[in-house]
C-alpha cells in the first residue's frame, strides 16, 4: 500500500521498489529514508515493499551510529557529511552514486530520464548539476593523490585512466608522470589536457609522444612559449618531428622567420601533409634552396594549389624538371603567369602532355617565352587545345618549329585566328598535315595568301574542307590554283565553288577539271560562264558529263556558243533537259546535226518551242521519224504546216495519230493528198478526222485515201464533210464506210452523190440512212440504184419518200420483192402516177385484196382500217388473214361458187382471190367479174346467166361472217346491171385503196358507184401472190375525209360528192369502238371451224398473251368481249406470265337460221 511521508508526499509501492531496488547498504537506505522523510515504521515498511525485513532496532542503532537524528515529526535526518549530493524527487544520490553511473557508460541525460525528469529545461539543468558533482568528486579524489603515489602508477593503469580523470591531474601530477607513464597516454587523454597540462610536460615528454600523440596536442604544444619549440625540435627524434611541426604550423604558430629558418634536411623530411598545413604565408616564407630540396611526393601530394598559387618567381625558377613534372594539373594550373614564363626551358620541355592539356590555361599560354615555345615537344605541341592555340600570340606561332606546327590537333589548327594564319611561315604551312588543311576554317583560308595557296600541294588542296574551297577568293583562285591543283580538287570541293569562283577559272584551268567535277558544278555556276569558257573551256567529255539541271542552266547564249561537236556530244537524258529557250537558240545546222537519239530524247515542250525554220529547214526525214508520238502531239499548228510533204510521209502512223486536231485541220491540200500515205490516213483518229475541213476533204482526199479511210472514221464526218465529197469520192468509199456514215450525213447528201452511188454501196445501206434520205435524194437514185435497195431498206421509207421522191421510172424499176415489202401506208403513199406505172406483176405484189364493193346507200364507198377489219381469206387460198373491210352500209359483190350457203373467201369474191378459168388468180375484180359476161357486152345483166346467182353481201355486224341474212340476190336489191367498163383510179380510205371504180344500174335507172377495193391485209405469208401486208400492232391511218370518188364515177352518181353518215355511223360515234370490239372479236370466232382449237402465240418481242375469260350464254359473251378494246385487241388484263404465252380458244358453232350463239370454253 502507499507510503505518506511526514513532509505529505505520498509514494506508491512501485516507486517504494524503485527506490530501495538492488538490495541497497544501509547507508543507501538510511540516507534514502532521510530524504523521503519516513520514520521508523515507514522505513520498515518500504523495505517490506521491497523484500527485506529490517527491525526498528536495527533501524536505529545504525542511525545513531553514523551520525542520523531524529526528527520532531520521527522523521529521520541525514547528517551534514552527506552534503553534495543530488537530491531529486524526493530521492538522494550520493557523488559517489553518480560517478558510478557515468563510469560504467551512462550519460547525465540518461540519468535526469531515469530520476522521471520529462521537461527539456529539467532535464538539462539535473544533468548539468549531476556533471558539477562529478567533476568536484574526480578532481577531489584524483587531487587526493600525491605525487608519488602518481609516480608509482603502472602503464597500464596510466592508460586505463578516464579521459576526465587525466584532465583532473594537477600540474605537479603531470610533472611526476615519468616518460614512460606519458608515452602511454593516450589521444584522447593528451587531448583532453589543458594547455597548462601540456606546458608541464618535459623535453623527454614530448619526445616520447607518438606522432599521433602530437597531434592530438594541438596547438596547446606552444602556447606557452615559441622558445621551448626550438629545443624540443633538436631532441625529438626525426622521425616524429613531421609530427611536431605539422600541428604548429597549421595553425599559423610559427613565423615566417621560423618557417624559413628551418633547415633544409628538416624541409625534406616534412610528410606531405605536413606541407599542407603550411599557411600560404609560411610556404611563401621558404627559400629557394627549401623549395629546391622539396621531394615530388611533397609537392605532388602535400602541395595545395593555394600554396603554389602564392609561390614568389624566384621559387618557380628553381623548380626542377621532376618538381615541375610532379606537380598536378591542378597544381600546375595555379601557377601565375609570371611563375610559367620563370621556369625553365627543361622544366617546360619536360612538361607532360597531360600536364600541357589540363594544366596549362590561356593565359599561362600566352606567357610562355618564344623560348619556351621552341623548347616545347612535339607531342606537347599536338597537346595544346583549341582554346591554348588560339592563346598563342603571333610571335609565339612563329617561333614555333615546323614539326611542332606540324604537330598540332585538327581543333587546334581550326581555332587559329587568320592573325595567327597570316603570322605562320612559308615553311609552317608548307608542314601542315593534310588533316590540318581538312581544318582550316573559310576565315582562315581567305588569310592565306595568292603565293602560300600556289605552295599547297595536290595533297593540301585536296585535304581542304569544301566550305573551306567556297573561301578562296577570286585571287586565289585566278592566280593562285594551278592546273594539277584544280586536278587535285574533290568532287565535293568543286561543288561548293560559288558562280564569282567560277567565272574566273581560265580555260585551262576549266579544261583541266575532271568530267566528275564538272558535273558537280552548282546550276549557278555553270548558267554564269562565259561563252568564251563554254567554247573554249569545256571538252566534249565535260559536255557529255554535264548534269540534266546543269545544261537546264546554259542561257541562251552559252547554247549558241556550243560548237557542233559539242551539240553532238550532248546525251539524251542532258536532251531531254533543255528548255524550249535553249531550243529556239539552236540554229538550223545544230538541229540538223541532232542524232535520231537526240530528238528523241528532247521533251515535248522542247519540240513545241522549235521554229518553223528548225523544222522545215533543220529536221530531216530520219529525225522525223525518231519524233516520239508525245512530241508530236506537242507540235502546233505553225510548225505542222511547214511540214514538207516527205517530213509527212516520213512520219510514222502512230505518230500522225497524236497530231492535235488544230494542226491536222490546218493541213494544206497538197500535205494531205502527197503527204499523207494511205496507212497514215487510216491511223487518224475520228476527232482528227472530224477536225478535217471541207476544203481538205474534197480537194485534198485522193480516191485510195477514201478507201483507206477506217468504218469508223467515216462514221465521225459531219454533215458539212460529207456533202463536200465529189462523186468519185463517193464511188471510191468502200461498202462498210457507206454503212458507217451517220444519219444526219445521210440526210444532207447531194442528188449527184446519191446517183453516183454504185449498187453495192446502195445495198449497204442501211434502213436508218435510208430513212432520212431527202426525197430529192431518194428521187436521185438510179433505176439500178433503186432496184438495189434491199426490201429493208423499202420496208422503211416515209409515205413523203414514197410519195414525193420515188419516180415512175425507179416504181418501174423495183423488184417484185420490193413491191411485196411495201406496207399498206407506203401503197397509201403511192400516187396514181406511180400506181399507173406497176406491172401487173407488180401489183400483184401489193399487200392488197381486191373485192368489188357496191354503195348500197348512196353515202359513197366507206371503208373499215386493218385494225377495225376482220379475219377472212382475202386471197382465197384458205388462210385468214388480217384485212381491211368493207363498211356495214355498203356490200360485197360475192358468188357462193361451192353453194354451200355462206362466202368462205376470196375465190367467192370478185377481186384477186378469184380462180380464173384458166386456173390463175385474178388481178383485180372486174377481170374476175368480166367471165360472167357471156354475151360480152361489157355489163353483166340479167342476160347473162350468172346474174341470178350473184349475190350482195352487206356484213352488217362487220364479223367477216356471211350469214344467211347478210346475203342478198341483185334483184333483190333491184339491181339490173353491172358495168364492166372501169376506171383506173387512187383514192386511199382508212388505208385501203379504191383502184378501180365503175357504176351499177338499179332497175329505176339510178346509178351507183361500184369499185374495186383493195384492202390492207397484215399477214405476209396469207397472200397468194406473196404479198407483205401491214404488221400487226400498226395503228390505224388518222381517219380521212369521206370518200370522193373520181369525176366520172361522180358524173353518174346521184347523190351529193360527199358521203352522208348513216344512221349505223351515228351508233358507232354514240357507243365508242362497242361495235368494232364485237365484230372484231365475233370475226375472230367466226373465222374459228366449228369443234376446232385455235392456237394463238405471241413473239418475244410482242406483250405476253393475256389469258381471256370465257364462258356460256350471253352474259358471257359480253364479259369476253369487254376484255377487247375498241379495235378488238386484247385488254391489258392480268398476264399469265411474263414471257411469251400460247392461249387456245375452243370454240364450239351452232348454226341458226338468224343468228349464231357462240359457246365457247377457255382451254
Known amino acids: 500500500m502507499p507510503i505518506t511521508a511526514a513532509n505529505g508526499n505520498t509514494f506508491s509501492d512501485s516507486q517504494i521498489q524503485g527506490f530501495f531496488a538492488g538490495n541497497p547498504s544501509l547507508d543507501v537506505i538510511a540516507v534514502q529514508a532521510a530524504y523521503m522523510g519516513l520514520g521508523v515504521a515507514q522505513i520498515q515498511q518500504a523495505l517490506a515493499i521491497g523484500g527485506q525485513n529490517v527491525s526498528a532496532a536495527d533501524i536505529v542503532g545504525y542511525a545513531s551510529q553514523h551520525g542520523y537524528s531524529w526528527g520532531a515529526n520521527g522523521t529521520l535526518t541525514p547528517p551534514a557529511s552527506h552534503a ?123 619526445a616520447a609522444l607518438s606522432a599521433a600523440g602530437i597531434a592530438a596536442l594541438g596547438t596547446k604544444l606552444v602556447d606557452q612559449s615559441q622558445a621551448s619549440l626550438e629545443p624540443t625540435i633538436t631532441t625529438t627524434p626525426t622521425t616524429q618531428v613531421p609530427a611536431l611541426v605539422t600541428s604548429p604550423v597549421n595553425n599559423g604558430v610559427l613565423t615566417t622567420d621560423q618557417i624559413a629558418a628551418l633547415p633544409t634536411s628538416l624541409i625534406a ?36 594549389v593555394t600554396q603554389v598559387g602564392v609561390m614568389r618567381t624566384d621559387q618557380a625558377a628553381v623548380l626542377s624538371s621532376l618538381q615541375v613534372v610532379a606537380l598536378t594539373t591542378n597544381q600546375l594550373g595555379a601557377l601565375v603567369t609570371q611563375d610559367i614564363a620563370a621556369l625553365t626551358t627543361a622544366a617546360v620541355g619536360a612538361l607532360t602532355t597531360g600536364q600541357v592539356t589540363l594544366g596549362l590555361s590561356t593565359n599561362q599560354i600566352a606567357a610562355l617565352t618564344t623560348a619556351q615555345v621552341v623548347a616545347l615537344r612535339t607531342d606537347q605541341a599536338g597537346a595544346l587545345s583549341s582554346n591554348q592555340a588560339v592563346a598563342l600570340s603571333t610571335a609565339q606561332l612563329s617561333a614555333m618549329e615546323t614539326q611542332d606546327v606540324a604537330a598540332l590537333n585538327t581543333a587546334a589548327v581550326g581555332t587559329l585566328t587568320t592573325s595567327q594564319i597570316m603570322a605562320l611561315s612559308s615553311d609552317q604551312i608548307a608542314a601542315l598535315q593534310t588533316n590540318q588543311m581538312a581544318a582550316l576554317t573559310t576565315a582562315q583560308i581567305g588569310a592565306l595568301s595568292t603565293q602560300d595557296v600556289t605552295g599547297l600541294s595536290t595533297g593540301h588542296v585536296a585535304a581542304l574542307s569544301s566550305n573551306a574551297v567556297a573561301a578562296l577568293n577570286t585571287d586565289q583562285i585566278a592566280s593562285g590554283l594551278a592546273t594539277d591543283q584544280i586536278v ?86 542532258q536532251m531531254a533537259a533543255l528548255t524550249t529557250a535553249q531550243i529556239g537558240a539552236l540554229s538550223t545546222q545544230d538541229v540538223a546535226g541532232l542524232s535520231t537519239g537526240q530528238v528523241a530524247a528532247l521533251s515535248s515542250n522542247a519540240v513545241a518551242a522549235l521554229s518553223t525554220d528548225q523544222i522545215a529547214s533543220g529536221l530531216a526525214t530520219d529525225q522525223i521519224v525518231a519524233l516520239r508520238t508525245d512530241q508530236i502531239a506537242a507540235l502546233h499548228t505553225n510548225q505542222v504546216i511547214v511540214l514538207s510533204t516527205d517530213q509527212l510521209t516520213a512520219m510514222e502512223t502512230q505518230d500522225v495519230a497524236a497530231l492535235n486536231t488544230a494542226a491536222v485541220g490546218a493541213l494544206t491540200t497538197d500535205q494531205i493528198s502527197q503527204g499523207l500515205t494511205t496507212n497514215q490516213v487510216a491511223a487518224l483518229t475520228t476527232e482528227q478526222v472530224v477536225a478535217l475541213n471541207t476544203n481538205q476533204i474534197s480537194a485534198g482526199l485522193t480516191t485510195d485515201q477514201i478507201v483507206a479511210l477506217r468504218t469508223d472514221q467515216v462514221a465521225a464526218l459531219h454533215t458539212s464533210q460529207v456533202i463536200v465529197l465529189n462523186t468519185d469520192q463517193m464511188v471510191a468509199m468502200e461498202t462498210g464506210d457507206v454503212a458507217a456514215l451517220n444519219t444526219d450525213a445521210v440526210g444532207a447528201l447531194t442528188t449527184d452523190q446519191v446517183a453516183a452511188l454504185t449498187t453495192n454501196q446502195v445495198v449497204a445501206l442501211q434502213t436508218h440512212q435510208v430513212v432520212v434520205l431527202r426525197t430529192d435524194a431518194v428521187a436521185a437514185f438510179t433505176t439500178d440504184g433503186a432496184a438495189a435497195l434491199d426490201t429493208q431498206d423499202i420496208a ?36 396514181p402516177d406511180q400506181y399507173g406505172a406497176l406491172s401487173p406483176d407488180q401489183i400483184a405484189q401489193l399487200a392488197l385484196g381486191s373485192p368489188i364493193v357496191l354503195d348500197l346507200t348512196g353515202n359513197g364507198i366507206s371503208t373499215q382500217s386493218i385494225t377495225n377489219g376482220v379475219l377472212f381469206d ?59 359476161d357471156t354475151n360480152a357486152d361489157g355489163q353483166i345483166t340479167t342476160a347473162d346467166s350468172a346474174f341470178s346467182e350473184l349475190m350482195v353481201w352487206v356484213d352488217g355486224n362487220s364479223d367477216g361472217v356471211s350469214e344467211t341474212t347478210e346475203l342478198h340476190s341483185l334483184s333483190s336489191l333491184n339491181i339490173a346491171q353491172l ?66 370518188l373520181p369525176p366520172a364515177i361522180q358524173d353518174t352518181a346521184s347523190n351529193s360528192n360527199t358521203l352522208a353518215p348513216t344512221a349505223m355511223d351515228a351508233q358507232q360515234f354514240a357507243v365508242p369502238g362497242m361495235v368494232d370490239a364485237m365484230a372484231s372479236f365475233m370475226a375472230t370466232v367466226a373465222a374459228t371451224p366449228s369443234s376446232s382449237s385455235v392456237q394463238l402465240t405471241t413473239s418475244a418481242a410482242q406483250t405476253p398473251t393475256p389469258v381471256y375469260a370465257s364462258g356460256d350464254g350471253l352474259q358471257d359473251v359480253v364479259d369476253a368481249m369487254r376484255q377487247f378494246d375498241a379495235n378488238g385487241q386484247p385488254a391489258k388484263l392480268g398476264y399469265a406470265s411474263a414471257v411469251p404465252a400460247t392461249t387456245t380458244l375452243v370454240t364450239t358453232l351452232t348454226p341458226h337460221s338468224d343468228t349464231t350463239t357462240l359457246a365457247s370454253t377457255a382451254g
Open 874 to 932: 382475202i386471197y382465197g387460198n384458205g388462210q385468214q388473214v388480217h384485212t381491211g373491210w368493207v363498211a356495214p352500209d355498203n356490200g360485197l359483190l360475192v358468188l357462193d361458187r361451192n353453194r354451200d350457203g355462206s362466202i368462205n373467201g376470196g375465190e367467192e369474191l370478185f377481186g384477186e382471190g378469184t380462180n380464173l378459168a384458166n386456173g390463175q388468180k385474178a388481178s383485180n375484180g372486174y377481170q374476175a367479174l368480166a367471165e360472167l
Open 796 to 831: 422503211v421509207l416515209t409515205t413523203t419518200q414514197i410519195q414525193a421522191g420515188l419516180t415512175t421510172n425507179q416504181m418501174v424499176a423495183l423488184t417484185t420483192d420490193q413491191i411485196a415489202a411495201l406496207t399498206p401506208e407506203q401503197v397509201m403513199a403511192l400516187s
Open 979 to 1044: 358495168d364492166l367498163a372501169a376506171q383506173s383510179t387512187f383514192v386511199v380510205d382508212n388505208g385501203n385503196v379504191i383502184g378501180l371504180a365503175s357504176s351499177y344500174t338499179t332497175t329505176d335507172g339510178a346509178s351507183h358507184d361500184m369499185v374495186d377495193v383493195w384492202f390492207a391485209t397484215s399477214d405476209p405469208t396469207a397472200s397468194a401472190s406473196g404479198g407483205v401486208g401491214l404488221p400487226s400492232g400498226i395503228p390505224a391511218p388518222a381517219p380521212v375525209p369521206p370518200l370522193q
Open 488 to 573: 587535285a580538287l574533290r568532287t565535293d570541293q568543286i561543288a561548293a565553288l560559288h558562280t564569282n569562283q567560277v567565272i574566273v577559272l581560265s580555260t585551262d584551268q576549266l579544261t583541266a577539271m575532271e568530267t566528275q567535277d564538272v558535273a558537280a558544278l552548282n546550276t549557278a555556276a555553270v548558267g554564269a560562264l562565259t561563252t568564251d569558257q563554254i567554247s573554249q573551256g569545256l571538252t566534249t567529255n565535260q559536255v557529255a558529263a554535264l548534269t540534266t539541271a546543269q545544261v537546264a542552266a546554259l542561257n541562251t547564249d552559252q547554247i549558241v556558243a556550243l560548237s557542233s561537236d559539242q551539240i553532238a556530244a550532248i546525251q539524251t537524258t
Open 84 to 206: 553534495g549530493g543530488l537530491a531529486v524527487g524526493g530521492r538522494y544520490y550520493t557523488p559517489q552514486q553518480i560517478s558510478e553511473f557515468l563510469t560504467q557508460g551512462g550519460d547525465l541525460v540518461q540519468f535526469a530520464q531515469q530520476l522521471g525528469m520529462t521537461n527539456p529545461m529539467q532535464i538539462n539543468a539535473v544533468a548539468a548539476e549531476a556533471r558539477a558533482i562529478f567533476t568536484a568528486w574526480v578532481a577531489k579524489e584524483v587531487g587526493a593523490l600525491t605525487t608519488d603515489q602518481i609516480s608509482a602508477l603502472t602503464t597500464a593503469q596510466v592508460a586505463a585512466a578516464r579521459t576526465d580523470q587525466v584532465a583532473a591531474l594537477t600540474t605537479d601530477q603531470i610533472v611526476a608522470l615519468t616518460t614512460a607513464q606519458v608515452a602511454t597516454l593516450r589521444t584522447d587523454q593528451l587531448a583532453a589536457l589543458t594547455a597548462a597540462q601540456v606546458a608541464a610536460f618535459s623535453a623527454q615528454d614530448i
Open 269 to 304: 623530411s616534412l610528410t606531405p601533409q605536413s606541407i599542407s598545413f603550411m599557411s600560404t604565408e609560411q610556404f611563401a616564407a621558404l627559400t629557394t634552396a627549401q623549395v629546391s630540396v622539396l621531394t615530388t611526393e611533397q609537392i605532388q601530394l602535400g602541395m595545395t
